[in-house]
């Protein structure tokens, strides 16, 4: 059974930093492009952050670029996202997605490129 687990969000304040991961199980994310989404309530889910599979390719959303920085080890099966700085409006339900793309440079940013999605990790981000 393919599953995407999210892990590492909780309560930070102003200016401090998490690492989400998100770590795969009955399937290797060798060969498949990651996307980082988040969604606010009363907000659309919107892309943060996207990984190819050969990992060359990263892309990040405007609001989080020089704050955040994804990355993948294939040896543990898991993709990262280190978040910085990091401000309220930051606060979301954080979810990974993947998209089975072997051997790609291409990253994608839009939630209907994916079709595996974890449950999503809370982040907030608050005094």
């Known amino acids: 059974q393919l599953q995407l687990v999210e892990s590492g969000g909780g309560l930070v304040q102003p200016g401090g930093s998490l690492r989400l991961s998100c770590a795969a199980s009955g399937f290797t994310l060798d060969y498949y492009g990651i996307g980082w989404f988040r969604q606010a309530p009363g907000k659309e889910r919107e892309g943060v952050s996207c990984i190819s599979s050969n990992g060359i390719r990263t892309n990040y959303a405007d609001s989080v670029k020089g704050r955040f920085t994804v990355s993948r080890d294939n040896a543990k099966n898991t993709v990262y996202l280190q978040m910085n700085s990091l401000k309220p409006e930051d606060t979301a339900v954080y979810y990974c997605?993947?998209?089975?793309?072997?051997?790609?440079?291409?990253?994608?940013?839009?939630?209907?490129?994916?079709?595996?999605w974890g449950r999503g990790t809370q982040v907030t981000v608050s005094s």
């Open positions: 997605a993947a998209r089975q793309d072997p051997y790609s440079s291409s990253c994608y940013n839009w939630p209907a490129e994916y079709g595996y």
